[in-house]
C-alpha cells in the first residue's frame, strides 16, 4: 500500500494552522497514524486510528478521515511543531509510511 | 523508564556484514513485537523487519530480503538484526520501535544507531 503527502514542505509561523494531507493507494478504513520527527530525534507517534490522539499528545493535534484520504492538523502550531510529519498505514504487512511532510519556520 | 536502546552501528564495508542490537527495558519484552525500521540520510522512514513476541513470526521488506536475519533473546531482553552483502545504499540510522498489542502502532522507539557502508 502507497501512501502520499502533501504538501512536501511548508513554512509557516509560530499560532498558524496547518493541515497535511496522506492519501493511500486503496481502501484502508481507519488503519493509519501520524509521527511527528524532531531533527536529529527518533519518531513520536502522534495520531493512531486515523483520529485518535496518543497519550500525553497535545490537543492541539487532530486527524480525521477514512478510506484512501486523512488529515493531520495542527491548530496553532508551537515551536517544537517545527519537524517533519509521517503518515503510516497499519492496514496490512508490509508496513508503510508517507514519505514525509517537513514544517519550516517562516 | 520504557526504553529501547539500539548498538552495533558503524563503519562497514561494502559486502561486508553487520550485526545490530536492541536492548529493552522497562516493558515485558516477550509480549511485544518488535520492528526494525531505517532512515537513509534525509531521507523519510523505511520499514525492514518485525518479529513477533515470540519469535515464531518473522517479516522483511522486499528491500532487504535475503539480506538480512532477525531475532530475539528474550530471556536477554534483546533484539538483533544481523544484514549481510551490505551496499551503500544501506547506510541509514536504523530504529527499533515496539508494536502497540493492538496494531501495527510503533508506540516506543529506540533513540537508533548509524550504519555507515563505505570503503
Known amino acids: 500500500i502507497q501512501l502520499t503527502q502533501s504538501p512536501s514542505f511548508l513554512s509557516t509561523s509560530v499560532g498558524d494552522r496547518v493541515t497535511i494531507t496522506c492519501r493511500a493507494s486503496?481502501?484502508?478504513?481507519?488503519?493509519l497514524a501520524w509521527y511527528r520527527q524532531e531533527p536529529g530525534k527518533a519518531p513520536n507517534l502522534l495520531i493512531y486510528?486515523?483520529?485518535t490522539l496518543q497519550t500525553g499528545v497535545p490537543s492541539r493535534f487532530s486527524g480525521g478521515g477514512s478510506g484512501t484520504d486523512f488529515t493531520l492538523t495542527i491548530s496553532s502550531l508551537q515551536p517544537e511543531d517545527f519537524a517533519t510529519y509521517y503518515c503510516?498505514?497499519?492496514?496490512?504487512?508490509?508496513?508503510?509510511f508517507g514519505p514525509g511532510t517537513r514544517l519550516e519556520i517562516k | 523508564e520504557v526504553q529501547l536502546v539500539e548498538s552495533g552501528g558503524g563503519l562497514a564495508q561494502p559486502g561486508g556484514s553487520v550485526t545490530l542490537s536492541c536492548a529493552a527495558s522497562?516493558?515485558?519484552?516477550?509480549?511485544?513485537?518488535i520492528n526494525w525500521v531505517r532512515q537513509a540520510p534525509g531521507k523519510g522512514l523505511e520499514w525492514i523487519s518485525y518479529?513477533?513476541?515470540?519469535?515464531?513470526?518473522?517479516y522483511y521488506a522486499d528491500s532487504v530480503k535475503g539480506r538480512i536475519t532477525v531475532s530475539r533473546d528474550n530471556a536477554r531482553n534483546s533484539l538483533f538484526l544481523q544484514m549481510n552483502s551490505l551496499r551503500a545504499e544501506d547506510t541509514a540510522v536504523y530504529y527499533c520501535?515496539?508494536?502497540?498489542?493492538?496494531?501495527?502502532?510503533?508506540?516506543?522507539w529506540g533513540k537508533g544507531t548509524t550504519v555507515t557502508v563505505s570503503s
Open positions: 520501535a515496539r508494536e502497540t498489542i493492538e496494531a501495527p502502532l510503533l508506540d516506543v
Open positions: 486503496q481502501d484502508i478504513s481507519t488503519y
Open positions: 518479529i513477533s513476541g515470540s519469535g515464531s513470526i518473522i
Open positions: 503510516q498505514q497499519l492496514h496490512s504487512y508490509p508496513i508503510t
Open positions: 486510528a486515523a483520529s
Open positions: 522497562g516493558f515485558t519484552f516477550s509480549s511485544y513485537s
